[in-house]
T-cell receptor
Framework: KAGVTQTPRYLIKTRGQQVTLSCSPI?????VSWYQQTPGQGLQFLFE???????NKGNFPGRFSGRQFSNSRSEMNVSTLELGDSALYLC??????????????FGAGSRLTVL | TQLLEQSPQFLSIQEGENLTVYCNSS?????LQWYRQEPGEGPVLLVT?????EVKKLKRLTFQFGDARKDSSLHITAAQTGDTGLYLC?????????????FGKGTHLIIQP
């Protein structure tokens, strides 16, 4: 079966712009989590959506937001981009809410470069 | 804030050698996972350990969860070039991970032929 699909894979933006990233989870998976990966901080939890509701949020500013649609596809948006937002944004899906001992399947990520 | 410290940060060894990487914390985790990430890809789950003292084997990889559920190790026997990658440990807090996984910064492993 198809894995987690993230689009776009690569994008370049300038400071002050906004960006929307998309994630299509594995069919049947209702939980979608987003993580930011940078060389300095590693992977950091952004937020999780389950059944179209944000269930939890990491320690990121309000410029980072997301949503989930009825088909479980998710988008995340970053507004007023800063240089420090340059990172690999990873989406992971699972069948159940909460990471715990769940099996998370990650997509290949969207690499954002902010100039 | 729960933190996971991984060591070493970088490791380069010859094919056929053995190695151990460590994942340590001062916090207790309800479960701990190990992932491997290759360039241009997302992390892939290798194993989940839940019980203190648990040992799991995956071919040449042996994973151990500390008795106090604060630390874990990954041992690779007779490393192969295909083992090259970024190894990440990730812990779920007492809330069962409802607040997301806490990841270590990873061990960059290079196996030289």
């Amino acid at each position: 079966k198809a894995g987690v699909t993230q689009t776009p894979r690569y994008l370049i933006k300038t400071r002050g712009q906004q960006v929307t990233l998309s994630c299509s989870p594995i069919s049947g998976h209702r939980s979608v989590s987003w993580y930011q990966q940078t060389p300095g901080q590693g992977l950091q939890f952004l937020f999780e959506y389950f059944s179209e509701t944000q269930r939890n949020k990491g320690n990121f500013p309000g410029r980072f937001s997301g949503r989930q649609f009825s088909n479980s596809r998710s988008e995340m948006n970053v507004s007023t981009l800063e240089l420090g937002d340059s990172a690999l944004y990873l989406c992971a899906s699972s069948t159940r809410q909460g990471s715990g001992a769940n099996v998370l399947t990650f997509g290949a990520g969207s690499r954002l470069t902010v100039l | 804030t729960q933190l996971l410290e991984q060591s070493p940060q970088f490791l380069s060894i010859q094919e056929g050698e053995n190695l151990t990487v460590y994942c340590n914390s001062s916090s207790v985790f309800s479960s701990l996972q190990w992932y491997r990430q290759e360039p241009g890809e997302g992390p892939v789950l290798l194993v989940t350990v839940v019980t203190g003292g648990e040992v799991k084997k995956l071919k040449r990889l042996t994973f151990q969860f500390g008795d106090a559920r604060k630390d874990s190790s990954l041992h690779i026997t007779a490393a192969q070039t295909g083992d090259t990658g970024l190894y990440l440990c990730a812990g779920a807090g007492s809330g069962g991970g409802a607040d997301g996984l806490t990841f270590g910064k990873g061990t960059h492993l290079i196996i030289q032929p």
